[in-house]
T-cell receptor, first 114, second 108 residues
Framework: NAGVTQTPKFQVLKTGQSMTLQCAQD?????MYWYRQDPGMGLRLIYY???????DKGEVPNGYNVSRLNKREFSLRLESAAPSQTSVYFC?????????????FGPGTRLLVL | DAKTTQPPSMDCAEGRAANLPCNHS???????VYWYRQIHSQGPQYIIH???NNETNEMASLIITEDRKSSTLILPHATLRDTAVYYC?????????FGTGTSLTVIP
């Protein structure tokens, strides 16, 4: 059981380039999430998917798009990267979006936009 | 709008109990309090959560005040491996609201 996996682990982009961050979970969870963490701060929710086929905006969605490819996979796309998007990105999953359900996090993707 | 307030840092002697406080004075009646920790910028690790009652598991205890405006995470016998940033989180609907956390250093 790998839990939540993310690729790549580290990426450097130039301003204006695009890229997709990949996330997969093997816990048969219904809900998946993307967060970003800026230096010295807590995590902030970008987008989430309550179930396969649905996506919703979180606290900081601007500049991002997501795709829930299937139950296992949830990708985050930066269409035109900006230096303000330099951050560590974490994917998480949970059984459902019910308030008592725990979220399990991946190891993170460190993104540097020059 | 910060939904939780935590001290930025704390020290604890190895083998002693670590008591980490959190204020969440604007919490609503159906919003859960979660605690996670993050070691060396790895992915956050779940510790414990609760709604109204005190909770205990193999990692920690969570004490929630009767008015639910604050809580305390207790690590009963801190070890060096417990050195981490601890986040007190209020779950509002589908979102976790992380604060800036408490950096706990366990001292030998």
């Amino acid at each position: 059981n790998a839990g939540v996996t993310q690729t790549p682990k580290f990426q450097v982009l130039k301003t204006g380039q695009s890229m997709t961050l990949q996330c997969a979970q093997d816990m048969n969870h219904n809900s998946m999430y993307w967060y970003r963490q800026d230096p010295g701060m807590g995590l902030r929710l970008i987008y989430y998917s309550a179930s396969e086929g649905t996506t919703d905006k979180g606290e900081v969605p601007n500049g991002y798009n997501v795709s829930r490819l299937n139950k296992r996979e949830f990708s985050l796309r930066l269409e035109s990267a900006a230096p303000s998007q330099t951050s560590v990105y974490f994917c998480a999953s949970s059984e459902s979006v019910a308030p008592q359900e725990t979220q399990y996090f991946g190891p993170g993707t460190r993104l540097l936009v020059l | 709008d910060a939904k939780t307030t935590q001290p930025p840092s704390m020290d604890c002697a190895e083998g002693r109990a670590a008591n980490l406080p959190c204020n969440h004075s604007t919490i609503s009646g159906n919003e859960y309090v979660y605690w996670y920790r993050q070691i060396h910028s790895q992915g956050p690790q779940y510790i414990i959560h609760g709604l109204k009652n005190n909770e205990t598991n193999e990692m920690a205890s969570l004490i929630i005040t009767e008015d639910r405006k604050s809580s305390t995470l207790i690590l009963p016998h801190a070890t060096l491996r417990d050195t981490a940033v601890y986040y007190c989180i209020v779950r509002v609907g589908n979102q976790f609201y992380f604060g800036t956390g408490t950096s706990l250093t366990v001292i030998p």
